[in-house]
């Protein structure tokens, strides 16, 4: 696999998508969870996607419920979650894994191009840190993902160019998706 475009996933309606379909859009994919402390991120995402859709940007979201059972819904429960609160307009997708035997291959490959790499500096971080070793340990060498809310930024040839972890700041995420298109 060279690119994103390679890849095929399913909508939350579980029809297969391919990402080829995307094909020279700016693409921000989100391995997402419903009842996580950086839920809120919704509302930043939405408001970017708001003010960017119209110049060739994508978010994709993928629900994930990997981390602490924090996406316990069915795919229509977690989609009406995400409308009625947050307004989500965005493709949402067929909840997956992103960890494990079972991780949807295009998180493993997002991972394999721009991997983990930490949660970054500071107490909540360190012990964000703590917790999702605690709770990934059981995925050993095939742990993609840290957390909920984790965005690699696609260029517009399905290159990943980025990768931000839930604990970077969503001003600095809409700084790079801004200068991607």
Known sequence: MSTVYDFTVKDRMGNDVCLKDYEGKILLIVN???GCGF?????????????????GFEILDFP??????????????????CTLK???????FSKIDVNGETADPLFAYLASVKPFNGFGKGLKNAAL?????ANNKKYGDKTYIGWNFTKFLVDREGNVVDRFEPTVDM?????????AL
């Open 86 to 92: 947050f307004g989500t307009e965005f493709p949402q």
């Open 39 to 55: 839920t809120p991120h919704y509302e930043p995402l939405e408001a970017m996607y708001a003010e960017f859709r119209d110049k």
């Open 171 to 179: 001003a600095e995420v809409k700084e790079k998706v801004a200068a």
């Open 32 to 34: 997402t969870a419903t």
């Open 64 to 81: 994930c419920n990997q981390f602490a059972d924090q996406a316990p819904g069915s795919d229509d429960e977690i989609h009406e979650f």
């Open 129 to 133: 840190n703590k917790f999702a070793a």
